[in-house]
Antibody
Framework: QVQLQESGPGLVKPSETLSLTCTVS????????WSWIRQPPGKGLEWIGFIYYSGSTDYNPSLKSRVTISVDTSNNQFSLKLSSVTAADTAVYYCARRPVYGGSYFFDYWGQGTLVTVSS | SALTQPASVSGSPGQSITISCTGASSDVGTYNLVSWYQQHPGKAPKVMIY???KRPSGVSNRFSGSKSGNTASLTISGLQAEDEADYYC??????????FGGGTKLTVL
């Protein structure tokens, strides 16, 4: 059974960089695309970006200037860095898996999510 | 920009409801790559429909998806209390980008 687990600080100061890691178990990270998605409290979902095991990335244009997603295949993990955060970046951050085939722009496995609060 | 969903819908047990998801010719209208997610409070989203109308293994056949023009729809038939949740649509928008809808709260009366 595939499992995803987010980890990282729950509190980040304004203007600093938010860093999260997603650890994948039950399957190799090399077989799929992986994604970060966030949800501000009481609001809807927002896609942040994709990464393939090769390191190829795609980002939400509205966040692209501040986002970096990277992959560590040796540890079956991928990570998110979001720079220059503000209170508007306070959200539950989810990592998710995206299957690899022609029309596979959907997410079949999700982590439980981790709340990151931006506050001084 | 985000896809447009009604903020809320409701129905009685046993009834059918439909949630709409309106996009543009650049996303929903061009690609039959809409997925739908169910999210219960405090839980991660769960995919219910992908590629417009396909159901993952284990998802009840009471859930179905369709599309007409720039609008995708999720229909839930034979409403059950456990269906009460938030529902989100998501569409491919070209250039390896996806966009979510704002979400719809389903209340089972």
């Amino acid at each position: 059974q595939v499992q995803l687990q987010e980890s990282g600080p729950g509190l980040v100061k304004p203007s600093e960089t938010l860093s999260l890691t997603c650890t994948v178990s039950g399957d190799s990270i090399s077989n799929y695309f992986w994604s970060w998605i966030r949800q501000p409290p009481g609001k809807g979902l927002e896609w942040i970006g994709f990464i393939y095991y090769s390191g190829s990335t795609d980002y939400n244009p509205s966040l692209k200037s501040r986002v970096t997603i990277s992959v560590d295949t040796s540890n079956n993990q991928f990570s998110l860095k979001l720079s220059s955060v503000t209170a508007a970046d306070t959200a539950v951050y989810y990592c998710a898996r995206r299957p690899v085939y022609g029309g596979s722009y959907f997410f079949d496995y999700w982590g439980q999510g981790t709340l990151v609060t931006v506050s001084s | 920009s985000a896809l447009t969903q009604p903020a809320s819908v409701s129905g009685s047990p046993g009834q059918s409801i439909t949630i709409s998801c309106t996009g543009a010719s650049s996303d929903v209208g061009t690609y039959n790559l809409v997925s739908w997610y169910q999210q219960h409070p405090g839980k991660a989203p769960k995919v219910m429909i992908y590629e417009g109308s396909k159901r993952p293994s284990g998802v009840s056949n009471r859930f179905s998806g369709s599309k007409s023009g720039n609008t995708a729809s999720l229909t839930i038939s034979g409403l059950q209390a456990e269906d009460e949740a938030d529902y989100y649509c998501c569409s491919y928008a070209g250039s390896n980008i996806v966009v979510f809808g704002g979400g719809t709260k389903l209340t089972v009366l």
